[in-house]
Nanobody, 126 residues
């Protein structure tokens, strides 16, 4: 059973930065898709960024050019660097993984991911 553990959330003012981390208990699959999702109160969980096993990345339009997803395979860790944060970025952020295949065309669909972390809260004040 693979476990995902997020960290790095917190409270920042608008325009600030945070870096989220997600440590996976195993990271030895040749094909996988890992990503970050977020869920604000009263809203559905939305996909914001994924990274494929070949290193390619995809982003939601709402975070493109502000957020950067990356990975360190040696540390079994996925990162999300968040810059120029806005109040609308306030949400619980979740790490997700699909260890069976590369990123799907419809990567934002939460049902494609069979492993999830417990979430880390990000709060951005104006």
């Amino acid at each position: 059973q693979v476990q995902l553990v997020e960290s790095g959330g917190g409270s920042v003012q608008a325009g600030g930065s945070l870096r989220l981390s997600c440590v996976a208990s195993r990271y030895t699959y040749s094909r996988y898709c890992m990503g970050w999702f977020r869920q604000a109160p009263g809203k559905e969980r939305e996909g914001i960024a994924v990274i494929d096993s070949d290193g390619s990345t995809r982003y939601a339009e709402s975070v493109k050019l502000r957020f950067t997803i990356s990975q360190d395979n040696a540390k079994n860790t996925l990162y999300l660097q968040m810059n120029s944060l806005k109040p609308e970025d306030t949400a619980m952020y979740y790490c997700a993984a699909d260890w069976s295949r590369r990123c799907h065309h419809y990567w934002v669909v939460t049902g494609l991911y069979n492993y999830w972390g417990q979430g880390t809260q990000v709060t951005v004040s104006s």
